[in-house]
């Protein structure tokens, strides 16, 4: 894959990362129904949803920031891994397999983002 495919598929990957966070912090934060009624149900308590959408919108704002705080930059995509299986276990546990569709596209979507990301910018050890 050269340099440019790699840098497109980030930046698609991104975008629509960004997208998909954006629209469930605001709906988070919101408390629109459309996120806010189904997350009620799978047993999150509402001070939690409220935090999570913070953090989601938090973390996109550092995603969108170029070529800076790719340590910080880590961190989000760590947190949005751990977001989706959160999602998963949840919508499996509570909803069954139909619950598990949204999370397995998401989990697909960063990870492909997040290999790009590692790709374009490999991690430098210090002291080796």
């Known amino acids: 894959m050269t340099q440019r495919t790699e840098k497109t598929v980030y930046t698609i990957g991104l975008a629509l990362t960004a997208l998909w ?3 469930s912090g605001f709906f988070e934060i919101t408390k ?8 009620i149900a799978l047993g ?5 949803i409220t935090v999570l959408g913070v953090a989601k919108l938090l973390g996109v704002i550092v995603l969108l920031i170029p070529n800076r705080l790719f ?16 999602a998963f276990t949840s ?8 619950g598990c569709v949204a999370p397995v ?8 983002t997040y290999v790009m990301f590692r790709r374009l910018h490999p991690v430098i050890k210090i002291g080796a």
């Open 91 to 98: 919508g499996y546990s509570v909803i069954g397999l139909a």
């Open 32 to 39: 629109n129904p459309i996120v806010w009624d189904d997350t």
């Open 21 to 23: 966070f954006t629209a």
């Open 71 to 86: 340590w910080l930059k880590d961190w989000v995509f760590a947190g949005l891994f751990f977001d989706i299986i959160f």
């Open 105 to 112: 596209v998401a989990f697909l979507m960063v990870l492909v």
């Open 44 to 48: 999150y308590p509402p001070h939690f």
